[in-house]
């Protein structure tokens, strides 16, 4: 009998220096946080400025090729309903004009996006790299081990994350800290 409790003690020892010893080697839980991008950038007064001259640029190449399309429009309706009376020769012409200069209005537009491309980047990857180092600097300064991108909630969710409480999120809080240094 004395053997017996002695062996169940003796389990019991081990059992609780085990789980101290496991207890002391697991890390510790980390804080975690979530943030949306779109949110910050949708907020922030330099994200904001950057996309109203991003936009003026947009709506000034749409006023530029809107002659453009409507030239085409017009040259495409005209071979449609004249077509039939012309003879092959004068609709082949018509035909090879319209293609020529939607081919011109193509390229137009295609340098056009090229070049819309260029201004985002610029104006916009100054903004998210400060953004990277201010979620990086708030991430340290309050210890989080992990922060999220949470744009879009629920099933929808384009970020993997498709849950997280509304008390993680820190986006006001980063969207602040970079309009303050957008500020300098």
Same mark, same amino acid.
């Given at each position: ?7 169940? =003690?003796?389990? =019991?020892?081990?059992?609780l220096? =085990? ?9 510790? %839980?980390?804080?975690?946080a979530?943030? *949306? ?13 950057a996309q ?14 809107? #002659?453009?399309?409507?030239? &085409? $429009? ?10 039939? #009376?012309? *003879?092959?020769?004068i609709r ?9 200069r939607? %081919? ?17 980047? %610029? ?21 989080? *081990? ?5 744009t ?5 969710? %384009? $970020? ?10 820190? *986006? ?9 240094? &957008?500020?300098?």
């Amino acid at each position: 009998m004395k053997m017996k409790f002695l062996g169940g =003690v003796l389990c =019991v020892c081990v059992a609780l220096s =085990v789980s101290s010893v496991l207890a002391f080697a697991a890390p510790e %839980r980390g804080k975690i946080a979530t943030i *949306s991008i779109q949110q910050i950038l949708g907020k922030s007064k330099a994200a904001l400025d950057a996309q109203k001259i991003l936009q003026a640029e947009v709506d000034k190449f749409q006023a530029k090729f809107k #002659a453009d399309e409507d030239a &085409l $429009t017009a040259m495409k309706n005209e071979i449609e309903k004249k077509g039939s #009376a012309w *003879s092959d020769e004068i609709r082949a012409e018509k035909e090879r004009e319209y293609q020529k200069r939607l %081919r011109d209005y193509g390229m137009k537009t295609e340098d056009a996006k090229q070049e819309m491309q260029q201004l985002e980047k %610029r104006h916009m990857e100054p903004i998210l790299k400060q953004l990277h180092e201010v979620i990086a600097e708030i991430g340290k300064k309050n210890g989080y *081990s992990l922060i999220l991108e949470n744009t879009m909630k629920g099933l929808r969710n %384009r $970020t993997g994350l498709l849950y997280a409480d509304d008390t993680l999120d820190i *986006s006001d809080q980063v969207q602040k800290e970079l309009d303050s240094r &957008l500020k300098k």
